[in-house]
């Protein structure tokens, strides 16, 4: 069952960009009521944290990777999420997942918090 649906992931080369869509199906869920975030999983590895943006846009990003390559924004008014990712790294190469964190202005980073998702996107970044 599909409860976020993600959108732009692509097959791309080193130092290029990305922009990731993630929309909430309108009149089902309350976007304005939900934290929202991205996470991703490269083969053989855990799901880990990226980004996420609260009800009222406080953003959170894993700095262990990011460090300013990727911004999370979100439109309430289209109940969407993005995650623009500039200077994609072969490293980058995992399947994204949109999800929803029901506690409005959370800032976790546990998945076990994020109760809605989509189904992924692949992003795969050539060297």
């Known amino acids: 069952q599909v409860q976020l649906i993600e959108s732009g992931g692509g097959l791309v080369q080193i130092g290029d960009s990305l922009r990731l869509s993630c929309t909430m199906p309108k009149l089902v869920f309350v976007f304005n009521f939900y934290t929202m975030g991205w996470f991703r999983q490269a083969p053989g590895t855990e799901r880990e944290f990226v980004a996420s943006i609260t009800s009222n846009g406080t953003i959170t990003y894993n700095d262990d990777f990011v460090k300013g390559r990727f911004t999370i924004s979100r439109d309430n008014s289209r109940q969407s999420v993005y995650l623009q990712m500039n200077l994609l790294k072969p490293e980058d190469t995992a399947v994204y997942y949109c999800?929803?964190?029901?506690?409005?202005?959370?800032?976790?980073?546990?998945?076990?918090?994020?109760?809605?998702w989509g189904q992924g996107t692949q992003v795969t970044v050539s060297s």
């Open positions: 999800a929803a964190n029901p506690k409005m202005y959370s800032t976790s980073k546990d998945r076990s918090d994020f109760t809605h």
